[in-house]
């Protein structure tokens, strides 16, 4: 199928308009309300129908884990139209938010990065998933753009636009265990499809559910499921010895600091591997204190009443899988150092092993002879989170969000330097478009 072809060479394309990519244009939109004169040229493409933030996890009672303080803008210029709290003031609900104290609900977060998409007024484009990015060279062999290719998912027609700038801030991707993966479908589903899987299962009698994983998104799901069918049995599998807490210290909590992405990233490879797997322990593989009382409390409550509906297995690993009669799964366990072995049969299983970041994102398989890589295959970038290219290439390629083994836990999923990941993507590109292109050899 033909391209469709746009033939306006944008100054940036932006691949994923997520936060990552809503943040960006926030920082170019803020840029260019103070400055006047002709706004950059952008794009941004996103494969959903929308930018809803982890539509699949909106729960009840859940909330966000960083403050609301450090949102799309503010620790960028608290003045900026995009921040929170100018959204809780064009909402009309200001003042009530100051009365509740606590962290925003996942609900009304959701809510606001929606509605800061709706502020950027340049071109937003949904329905485009962002399959390539191939160099375009001049009649010198030098690179001087990047044509991107999308497709729609709705009708499969594809679509290309060249940019100057390329940044990828199309996120992490849902991991599933090689072991899990082959039983992938209606019954079995990696919990970023949580809810339109369920809503799928919704004819389906839910005698028991068995959800593997021991992090925040496991732990609000257990109790979702409890909840939401009081009639099930629900089994908890984690590997450790129960659900931990995050690590929560004040001291260590500053890794989400743009001082310590600076400290982060000149260290070396040795020593980044240590200090990130030091600070893994504030953001993965645990629960907050809510969702750890909140379990607790509803283990302790099903043990007091008899019911015996809530099943934490703990140090427990999955060991096979198979399929019995009516479409059950039938999870083969172990206990992790006693190696005991037993058996879970659920009719539905919510996978929670977490998200991983790609080692080189596939969409820029076409750039690989212009991008220089480290001994572990992985590209060299900047402290602005700019590839670093060869010679011949004048392509800005920027990798938002997916260089945590470089920048840190602070500058990969989390809200708390999105504005400030922003801003000096934001600060790197705009000092590149300000120099003169290198002259088109004769």
């Not at 009530?96 to 509605?115: I, K």
């Not at 399929?323 to 929670?352: K, P």
């Amino acid at each position: 199928m033909a391209a469709a072809r746009d033939t306006a060479v944008q100054d940036l394309v932006v691949a994923g308009f997520g936060p990552s990519g809503i943040a960006l244009a926030a920082a170019v939109e803020d840029h260019d309300d103070a400055a006047g004169g002709p706004p950059l040229a952008a794009r941004y493409l996103e494969k959903a129908a929308d930018s809803a933030w982890q539509p699949n996890l909106v729960l009840p009672g859940t909330d966000i884990q960083h403050h609301f303080l450090r949102d799309f803008a503010t620790p960028r210029d608290a003045r900026s139209r995009f921040t929170f709290p100018h959204y809780l003031q064009q909402s009309g609900r200001f003042y009530p938010f100051t009365l509740m104290g606590g962290y925003v609900s996942r609900l009304e977060w959701s809510d606001y990065v929606q509605w800061a998409a709706r502020q950027v007024r340049g071109t937003v484009e949904y329905h485009r998933e962002v399959l390539g990015i191939e160099p375009v060279t001049g009649p010198d062999g030098r690179v001087r753009t990047a044509r991107v290719t999308s497709r729609d998912p709705r009708d499969g027609s594809l679509h290309t636009v060249e940019g100057r700038n390329v940044a990828l801030a199309t996120g992490h991707e849902p991991f599933v265990p090689e072991l899990l993966r082959p039983h992938l479908g209606e019954r079995v589903f990696h919990a970023s499809r949580l809810l339109p899987a369920l809503a799928a299962l919704s004819g389906t009698p839910l005698r028991s559910i068995a959800v593997i994983g021991a992090g925040q998104t496991a732990g609000e799901i257990v109790l979702h499921l409890a909840a939401q069918h009081p009639d099930a049995e629900i089994h908890s599998l984690v590997r450790h010895a129960g659900f931990r807490m995050y690590e929560l210290g004040h001291f260590s909590n500053e890794v989400y600091f743009p001082d310590e992405t600076d400290y982060f990233y000149g260290l070396e490879g040795e020593q980044r591997e240590q200090a990130l797997e030091q600070a893994r322990a504030t953001n993965y593989a645990a629960v907050d204190p809510d969702v750890s009382t909140a379990l607790y409390q509803a283990a302790y409550q099903d043990r007091f009443t008899g019911r015996n509906r809530l099943h934490m297995h703990r140090r427990t690993e999955v060991a096979s899988v198979g399929q019995e009669d009516g479409g059950r799964v039938r999870l083969a366990t172990e206990e992790v150092f006693t190696g005991e072995r037993g058996v879970v049969t659920a009719d539905a299983v919510v996978v929670c092993t977490g998200y991983r970041e790609p080692v080189l994102p596939r969409q820029l398989a076409a750039f690989l002879p212009y991008l220089r890589l480290d001994p572990q295959g992985r590209p060299e970038v900047t402290r602005a989170h700019r590839a670093e290219t060869t010679g011949d290439c004048e392509v800005g390629i920027y990798l938002d969000g997916l260089t945590e083994w470089r920048h840190g836990i602070g500058s990969a999923t989390s809200f708390s330097q999105m504005a400030a990941k922003a801003d000096t993507v934001h600060r790197d590109l705009r000092a590149r478009l300000s120099r003169p292109a290198a002259p088109v050899a004769a």
